[in-house]
């Protein structure tokens, strides 16, 4: 089993910025990805950002330019910088592991961003 904290949410004015992380416990060798989703209630979870285990990264379009995914291998983190925030990033935000075919979440940290 794999455990996924979230952590740095919160309230920020829009042109901002936040840093989230993600520490995962647990079972985390050949983890393949780690990144994050973001979900408004009542919508489908989106991607945001992943990150793979060699190191390639993806972004959705509506963040490339303003977020920034990174990972710590020692200390098991994933981290999601977010620049120039928009009042459309207002979310709960998720972090993602995979390892083969099994998925793990986090519980999610909501980020306000107000304008």
């Known amino acids: 089993q794999v455990q996924l904290v979230e952590s740095g949410g919160g309230l920020v004015q829009a042109g901002g910025s936040l840093r989230l992380s993600c520490a995962a416990s647990?079972?985390?060798?050949?983890?393949?990805?780690m990144g994050w989703y973001r979900q408004t209630p009542g919508k489908q979870r989106e991607l945001v950002a992943l990150?793979?285990?060699?190191?390639?990264?993806n972004y959705a379009d509506s963040v490339k330019g303003r977020f920034t995914i990174s990972g710590d291998g020692a200390k098991n983190t994933v981290y999601l910088q977010m620049n120039s925030l928009k009042s459309e990033d207002t979310d709960v935000y998720y972090c993602?592991?995979?390892?083969?075919?099994?998925?793990?979440w986090g519980q999610g940290t909501q980020v306000t961003v107000s304008s």
């Open positions: 993602y592991a995979r390892r083969d075919v099994n998925i793990y």
């Open positions: 647990g079972t985390i060798f050949r983890l393949n990805v």
């Open positions: 990150i793979r285990s060699d190191g390639t990264t």
